[in-house]
C-alpha cells in the first residue's frame, strides 16, 4: 500500500473534520506530546505559566516533524491553541497551516459559521496542495470515520465489563488517532475478535471511575491511577468518547453533517454554556454507576480549572464522589498525587 503523507492536527477538542483530511488524499495525524522531556525552546515563545501540555507540543514542533507531515490543522479548541497558532506559524517549519475556527457557541449562527470555515479549509487545502475534494470523497470517508466510531464504542464497553482496562483502552484510541484510518480498522477488528474470547480481570478490588477533564493524552498517567486502584469504565476525554460519541449523518449535505456532529458531541470546558458539560457527565456517571468522578486539570488549564467549582458544586448535590486534581504535564510529577488518589480511593 502506498505511504499516504500526513497533516498533522493540533486540536484540544477533537473537533478537526478527518473526512475532510482523508477526502484530500492525506491521513489525519493528531499530534501527542512527550512528557519525558522539558519544553525548553518553547519556553522562549510562550510564559511557563501557560498550560504545559501545549508548550510540549510546541517543544517538539519546532524540533521538527518527520517529512510525511505536510500541514498542520490547528482547531480552536481553547485560547492556547488560538493563540498559540501565531506562534507555530513563525517558528514551526511546515508550509500548509490552517486554523480552524471550531465555534464556542452551539446555536445555528455557530453552525452557519462552522460551515463556512470547514468549506474555507476545503479550498485552502485543494489551492495549496492542487487536489479535488470531491462531495463523493467527503460520503466515502464519512462512512470510513463512522465504522471506526462504532467499532470503538464497541470496544469501550468492554471497560465497564471489565475485560479491557482503561489504560489499554486509552492506547488504543491514540494508535487510531495517529493511523491510516484502513489500518485503523483492522486493528479495531482484531482487537474486538480478541476481547470476545478475553476473560473479566478481578472486580472487587477497583473503583469504577468517570475520567473527566484537560487534554490527557499521556497513557502512562491513567495506568499510574489504574496502579492506585481505579478502573476508568468511562470517560468524556478527546481521547476517549468524545472522538467516537455517535455517528455522522451518511444521508444529508456531508459538510453540513460534519459540523452538526462536532457540535453535537459532549462539549470541552471551553465551550458555551457549561451545563450542557454537565449533564454529559451527569448522565454517564449514573448509567454507568460509577464509584466517583475523578476531573483532571493539566497545570495552568484554565477552562478545567473554571469549571471545577461548578462540577463540584453539582455532584455534591447528587452525591456522587469527586475528585479535581491539577497535573504537571511531566510523568516524575505523578508520583506527587498519589496521597491524593489514594485517599479518595478510601472513601469511595
Ligand atoms: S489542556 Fe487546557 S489549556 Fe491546555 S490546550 Fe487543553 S484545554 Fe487548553
Same mark, same amino acid.
Given at each position: 500500500m502506498k505511504k499516504m503523507k500526513k497533516i498533522g492536527i493540533f486540536d484540544s477538542g477533537v473537533d478537526t473534520p478527518e473526512e475532510?483530511?482523508?477526502?484530500? @488524499? /492525506?491521513?489525519? =495525524? &493528531?499530534?501527542?506530546?512527550?512528557?519525558?522531556?522539558?519544553?525548553?525552546?518553547? %519556553?522562549?515563545h510562550i510564559p511557563p505559566t501557560h498550560c504545559g501540555w501545549t508548550r510540549n507540543l510546541l517543544e517538539l514542533a519546532i524540533k521538527g516533524f518527520n517529512n510525511d507531515v505536510v500541514g498542520i490543522i490547528t482547531t480552536h479548541g481553547c485560547d492556547r491553541t488560538n493563540r498559540e497558532f501565531d506562534i507555530w506559524k513563525e517558528c514551526v517549519d511546515v508550509?500548509?497551516? =490552517?486554523?480552524?475556527?471550531?465555534?464556542?457557541?452551539?446555536?445555528?449562527?455557530? *453552525? $452557519?459559521? /462552522?460551515? %463556512?470555515?470547514? +468549506?474555507? *479549509?476545503?479550498?485552502?487545502?485543494?489551492?495549496?496542495? +492542487?487536489?479535488?475534494?470531491?462531495?463523493?470523497?467527503? &460520503?466515502?470517508?464519512? $462512512?470510513k470515520m463512522n465504522t471506526i466510531r462504532k467499532l470503538l464504542r464497541e470496544i469501550s +464497553? =468492554? &471497560?465497564?465489563?471489565?475485560? *479491557? !482496562?482503561? !489504560?489499554?483502552?486509552? @492506547?488504543?484510541?491514540? $494508535?487510531?488517532?495517529? !493511523?491510516n484510518k484502513d489500518d485503523a480498522v483492522d486493528i479495531l477488528k482484531a482487537k474486538q475478535e480478541e476481547l470476545r474470547k478475553r476473560q473479566p480481570f478481578s472486580k472487587k478490588d477497583y473503583k469504577k471511575i468517570l475520567l473527566t477533564g484537560s487534554d490527557l493524552d499521556d497513557t502512562e498517567f491513567i495506568r499510574y491511577i489504574e496502579s492506585l486502584g481505579f478502573q476508568v469504565i468511562i470517560d468524556d476525554l478527546g481521547v476517549g468518547t468524545k472522538y467516537f460519541w455517535e455517528s455522522v449523518d451518511e444521508t444529508g449535505d456531508p459538510i453540513e453533517a460534519i459540523a452538526r456532529y462536532h457540535m453535537n458531541k459532549p462539549i470541552h470546558s471551553t465551550k458555551f454554556p457549561s451545563y450542557k458539560r454537565f449533564e454529559v457527565l451527569r448522565r454517564l456517571a449514573i448509567e454507568y454507576k460509577v464509584d466517583g468522578v475523578i476531573n483532571i486539570a493539566q497545570k495552568f488549564c484554565e477552562p478545567v480549572l473554571y469549571d471545577h467549582p461548578y462540577l463540584k458544586k453539582k455532584f455534591k448535590e447528587l452525591e456522587i464522589p469527586y475528585l479535581f486534581v491539577e497535573v504537571t504535564y511531566n510523568r516524575e510529577s505523578y508520583k506527587q498525587l498519589s496521597t491524593r488518589f489514594s485517599a479518595f480511593a478510601e472513601i469511595i
Open positions: 475532510i483530511i482523508l477526502a484530500a @488524499g /492525506f491521513t489525519p =495525524y &493528531r499530534l501527542f506530546g512527550d512528557p519525558e522531556i522539558e519544553p525548553d525552546k518553547a %519556553n522562549e508550509d500548509f497551516m =490552517y486554523f480552524l475556527n471550531s465555534p464556542r457557541k452551539l446555536d445555528s449562527a455557530a *453552525l $452557519k459559521f /462552522f460551515i %463556512n470555515d470547514l +468549506n474555507e *479549509l476545503i479550498i485552502q487545502l485543494e489551492e495549496h496542495f +492542487n487536489i479535488k475534494i470531491t462531495e463523493e470523497q467527503l &460520503r466515502e470517508n464519512i $462512512k +464497553n =468492554y &471497560r465497564k465489563e471489565m475485560v *479491557l !482496562s482503561g !489504560s489499554e483502552f486509552h @492506547g488504543i484510541v491514540k $494508535k487510531v488517532q495517529v !493511523s
